[in-house]
């Protein structure tokens, strides 16, 4: 993605339980987890709702279109963003107090994007990140930075949205049971106002003995007092280096431990259960942390915890490449780092909410594909050797388990 926005790729899941090829709506899950899983760039943030009205009617989601919401997804569509030369001062509202949340985490996720896109620089060498900013007439925008053709990097890129705007009030009854106490007030046909703010990045390097990389963090509210954050970090090999590992997923333990002993046991179930190639039988990559609806303390407590996640990407990552981006590696090896990604690719654009969603909607391109690889590769039937480099991976991605 080279000209144009960055809009944040929300590639959330529900809040449900993964039941074999389905995830199944869980009652006991609050009522705000299904929305976020069909963010794209939260320019089609409206949309996650609208999906969430068929999840509850079938209790479970496919993958692909479906025409009977055409409909409702044509109510959802905001303003096309406009290339602006000079980065705005802020994207939230103007008018917006410098104690709320919206503004306090817009701050952090700008301050976050600097300092992680400044490391990933010093660590690659030699490629700088490109920015550019945008802007909705109808209210928030975007940073984008990208880093192409880097020394360590083939892509890397640390987009933030702001967006705020409005929704159809079925969509927000449909998708919370206090629906109905948000929008009584309300006539027939007037919208709920929202507000969303994310942080999301995808980091694709040379070296096949260097994994790929993924995070976002995200805030959303309504005007009628619904809210949540979600966030996660994970990590995606072509080869297992199991010390490397339990120093990623170590990094987040630490981080989750420091807030609640239960977090981080929780939320790496929950991303190894969300990336999973079902068609495949294996999971994306070697997973990390992902929590989504988190709204059971309060806003400074949790933004505190994505605030540390934030902080914790380039201890967490940037060690282990830099201890792997000198190793050589043959032509088959690289060869597998292509078909691994493939499998990337597969994951993302067959069950990626966001991404689904945004391509169905006709969001732009070139964000919703943010977080696909430039190269990628498939071959026909192909099986790693037995007792190979290859077969040692794929049985980490068929069979999650506890690295810490």
Known sequence: PTQGSGETNFDSAPSAT??????VQSAQTAPWGH????????????????AHMRAQKTRS???GPHDSEDAKLAMCGIAAEINVKKVPERLGRAEEDENSMRRKFEVLLRKMQLEITSAIEECDGEAKFRQDAWVREDGGGGISMVLANGKVWEKAGVNLSVVYGTMPQEALAAATARGAEFTKDLAPGDRVPFFACGLSSVMHPRNPHCPTM???YRYFETSGGAWWFGGGTDITP????????RHFHGTYKEVCDKHDPEFFAKYKKWADEYFVIKHRGET???????FDDLND???ETIMKFSADCLSAVVPAYVPIINKNKEKEFTPEQKEWQLIRRGRYVEFNLVYDRGTIFGL?????IESILMSLPETARWEYDHSPKPGSPEEKIMEALRNPRDWV
Not at 18 to 23: H, K, N, R, T
Request: hydrophobic letters at 45%.
């Open 18 to 23: 993964f039941q074999g090829p389905v995830f």
């Open 297 to 299: 303390r309060d806003k």
């Open 238 to 245: 072509a080869y297992l280096d199991e010390d490397d590992i």
């Open 214 to 216: 993924h995070f976002n």
């Open 284 to 290: 994306r990559g070697l997973g990390g942390i992902f």
């Open 360 to 364: 169905k909607t006709g969001g732009r």
């Open 35 to 50: 929305i976020s899983a069909f963010l794209a760039g939260c320019a089609v943030t409206a949309l996650g709702l609208l």
């Open 61 to 63: 989601w496919t993958p």
